[in-house]
């Protein structure tokens, strides 16, 4: 029989060690034919980004270290790298210079000079003019500049192929090599917002003729533009409200598969990929709904939609064709994010890659129940709630367990329902965890996206209070003992939590979090600087907002026990930002601790740190609400 043990003291075998050691972080995708290539990071060898390939059941990487493919363009990346009849080109994080690379291993040799001033990403090959196109990102002067470039392959120079914009994204060449295809958006809008879809002949010396607006505009997002085999344009857009998969016709966009779900997720990255199209005028796509991801197959003439029955709850980030089948990332609650292989006819599914080796079998796991619940503002918003879950242990009659409110970054991003040993080191231990998509989440259309425009500090922490609140009303959380977590803008949700909910949270964790958004929407990198006038208003005429909406101008009102947990070289949330918090505490006697990792940017990528950052959470949350010690 199951022992007895209060809740949040259960022994787990899942260790901080584990979640740590058994993650990888996928990056880029590409595929070459049937083989297939992407980039995994690494903890273990402190975040490096290796580039494996796959080839008829088995993998072998194609770099060693110290070389590690990985892009800062916008600081978040991705696009990294490109193949092409058996080549691999990519750029290096720590050289800032591309390089090329024979699929089969070997030294890589470099294209471009080594610069810390020149970033690129998202490229595509084009052989006809012996060059890639990409996203150039150039650091040389006073302001950032971003456009759209070429770099020959002879002799790795530069050049310009588009400017003007603000922000470039997805250079995609016909089949041809005769039209490229771009995305372009400008100051105050984020690519979620509104962007433009453009096009322009490619004549015989590789510059750019005639070109011309397709679609978008400041209130439309067009994202992933992509050709057909027959040279048709394709592209994501929400401008019937949520992301949708449209053909370039003469009179604009035909939205070949109308439906009330996201057939995308925002673009934070480079080189992401929800639909793939097939030779016979048809497409298979991911589409989101209530937070919850369906595989589709769509006839682009009829309009015809068919699912693909697959057991995957989370996919979308890269689907594309390897020969005859369709390579999609997947997770679902009962497996960890990976590559698989689908048969759209059989619907059979072959595995490629996971991103973590989980040690717990089935009665282990527990599985996410979707949550609605009423908001302040007289709304609804979503999460998936994860009870707690140990077949060694029972607890005690009548006693609910404390609460473990995960909120994501973003703000413009989604939880996700794949398994996630972060999740389940806290079910394992008794704690049930509610991760939360508050408003400003995608996947619930772009009018739930924008519940959060000019409210952020309010939306996003009403509804993260509101889950907690609505939880324990119903019983199945002990309201004296809730914690709130999490990085970045949810960092940022959890210190306003705290300094406006007052005593609503036992406990909570920041990591990395933003403390102070006059200071970031000034001095932040240029992909975020204007990221605010969206979210509370234009800086110039709403600092007072900036001010009110500021954790670090009222530190003296929390009550609550905080930690936390910054890395030392973060460019996106500086260390001056966690330090000023720090400072603010101890003149307002807040009870707090504080943890810093050097190395470490935003987001932790090594082991050691990522294990010892959740131990201590582990721990300060043991003494705070007065659980039995465990051994962690």
């Known amino acids: ?91 290096d994080s720590a050289k800032g210079q591309v390089f ?119 209130n439309e997002s067009v994202v992933q533009p992509h050709w057909s085999s027959g040279a048709e344009l394709y592209c994501v857009s929400d401008t019937g409200g949520w992301w949708n998969v449209c053909r370039a016709g003469t009179e604009g966009l035909i939205n070949v598969a109308p439906m009330a779900m996201e057939c995308a997720s925002p673009p934070w990255n480079f080189g992401l990929s929800t639909y793939a199209l097939t030779a016979d005028r048809s497409l298979a796509l991911c589409a989101a709904g209530n937070g919850l991801w369906r595989l589709r197959k769509v006839d682009a003439d009829s309009g015809d939609i068919h699912d693909v029955n697959v057991t995957f709850t989370d996919m979308g980030s890269h689907v594309h064709f390897a020969g005859d089948r369709l390579l999609i990332d997947g997770g679902s609650p009962a497996e960890p994010k990976g590559l698989h292989l689908v048969d759209l006819t059989t619907g059979a599914v072959e595995t490629i890659w996971r991103s973590a080796t989980s040690p717990l079998d089935a009665t282990w796991i527990s599985t996410p129940e979707s949550i609605t619940f009423p908001t302040p503002d007289g709304a609804f ?23 473990f409110v995960r909120v994501h970054g973003g703000p413009t991003s989604a939880t996700s329902t794949s398994l996630n040993l972060n999740v389940q080191y806290w079910t394992t231990r008794g704690f049930a965890v509610c991760d939360v998509n508050y408003g400003g989440s995608t996947s619930y259309g772009r009018a739930y996206r924008e519940r959060l425009r000019g409210m952020t500090g309010c939306v996003d922490v009403d509804d993260c209070v509101a889950a907690a609140q609505y939880l324990a009303q119903r019983g199945d959380v002990d309201p004296n003992r809730m914690a709130i977590s999490g990085g970045s803008a949810g960092g940022y949700v959890v210190l306003c939590a705290l300094v406006f909910s007052r005593n609503i949270f036992a406990a909570g964790t920041s ?71 720090v400072e603010a505490l101890r003149a307002s006697d807040v009870p707090h601790e504080y943890v810093t990792y050097e190395g470490e940017q935003h987001g932790f990528r090594i082991a050691a740190n990522i294990s010892h950052a959740l131990e201590t959470e582990l721990a300060f949350y043991t003494r705070v609400m007065g659980l039995m010690p465990v051994t962690i």
């Open 1 to 91: 029989m199951p022992q007895t043990s209060a809740y949040g003291c259960w022994p787990s075998p899942l260790s901080a060690h584990d979640v740590a050691a058994a993650s990888l972080r996928l990056g880029d995708v590409c595929v070459d034919g049937t083989d297939i290539y992407w980039t995994e990071g690494r903890a273990s060898e402190n975040g490096r980004c290796a580039i494996v390939r796959w080839r008829d059941g088995t993998t072998h990487d194609v770099i060693a270290a110290p070389f590690s493919a990985r892009t800062t363009v916008h600081e978040y990346g991705g696009g990294a790298i490109a193949c092409r009849d058996g080549i691999v080109y990519f750029t």
């Open 100 to 218: 090329r690379v024979d699929g089969n291993g070997g030294e890589p040799t470099p294209i471009t000079p080594a610069s810390k001033d020149q970033r690129f990403a998202d490229f595509v090959v084009d052989s006809t003019h012996n060059r890639l196109v990409a996203v150039g990102e150039d650091h040389s002067g006073a302001v950032v500049v971003n456009r759209i470039v070429a770099i020959s392959l002879e002799d790795g120079g530069v050049t310009t192929l588009v400017s003007g914009s603000d922000f470039y994204a997805s250079p995609r060449l016909d089949p041809n090599a005769r039209r490229l295809a771009w995305i372009a958006w400008n100051f105050p809008q984020m690519p979620w917002d509104g962007t433009e879809l453009w096009c322009a002949d490619v004549a015989t010396d590789g510059s750019l003729d005639t070109p011309q607006r397709i679609a978008g505009g400041t």
């Open 381 to 403: 918003a979503h999460a998936f709630l994860y009870r707690p879950r140990n077949p060694n242990v029972s607890a005690p009659q009548d006693e609910p367990p404390p609460l």
């Open 511 to 581: 990591y990395y979090g933003v403390t102070d958004v006059e200071t970031l929407a000034r001095d932040t990198h240029k992909f975020e600087s204007r990221y605010y006038d969206s979210l509370i208003g234009p800086y110039d005429t709403h600092a007072s907002l900036y001010h009110n909406r500021s954790p670090i101008h009222f530190v003296s009102r929390i009550r609550t026990p905080l930690l936390i947990l910054q890395g030392c070289d973060d460019p996106v949330v500086p260390l001056s930002q966690a330090e000023a918090l």
